[in-house]
């Protein structure tokens, strides 16, 4: 795992984490715990991952959202707790598209994702962006495809994600939905 910087302002804390298990996981649930002298000073979960299911080996990006991200000092450490399911194709289990195209266009992040899991797949479709300035996160956000309906296996969604004034010198774009 490697865990980025807080972002006290957004209550943010990123961070990068390998499936090491022999199966592909899904429904990557996050909780954190920040200790300071030895004291719990915040708690927090997590808001998604990027992808959506994990396949042996692979990386995953996330974030923590710690609610009094304030009271949280430099000093920190992060204790971190994950739950998982196996990855399947069952109705409503997370349905990871393939980000085929990610452009910044303006003030706005558009592209579009294929999906490519050999089965039928259903929205909303959640699109999530992070931005990084080296090895910095500079915004993050979630944002939701243009297509809600089923979309067949080789079938694409479109986005466009406001960046809303924000620079995105590089960036990292998820985008997942549900089997239907």
Do not use: K
Request: charged share 15%; with cysteine; hydrophobic share 35%.
């Amino acid at each position: 795992m490697q865990v980025g910087p807080l972002d006290a302002v957004s209550g943010t804390l990123i961070f990068a984490f390998r499936n090491n298990t022999s199966d592909g996981i899904s429904h990557v649930d996050w909780t954190a715990t920040a200790r300071s002298g030895g004291s719990i000073v915040a708690t927090g979960s997590s808001q998604g991952t990027t992808p959506a299911q994990l396949q042996p080996g692979e990386v995953g990006l996330a974030y923590i959202f710690f609610e009094n991200a304030d009271a949280i000092p430099a000093d920190s450490e992060y204790e971190f707790e994950v739950s998982t399911s196996p990855v399947d194709t069952s109705p409503y289990n997370t349905a990871p598209l393939t980000v085929s195209e990610a452009n910044v266009s303006g003030d706005a992040i558009v592209g579009s994702a294929t999906n490519a899991t050999g089965a039928e797949t259903v929205g909303p479709y959640a699109v999530s962006v992070y931005c990084f300035e080296g090895d910095s996160l500079v915004s993050s956000l979630i944002t939701f495809a243009e297509q809600t309906e089923e979309v067949a296996d080789g079938g694409t969604v479109t986005f466009s994600a406001s960046l809303f004034g924000e620079s995105c010198p590089a960036l990292s774009v998820g985008v997942s939905g549900y089997f239907s």
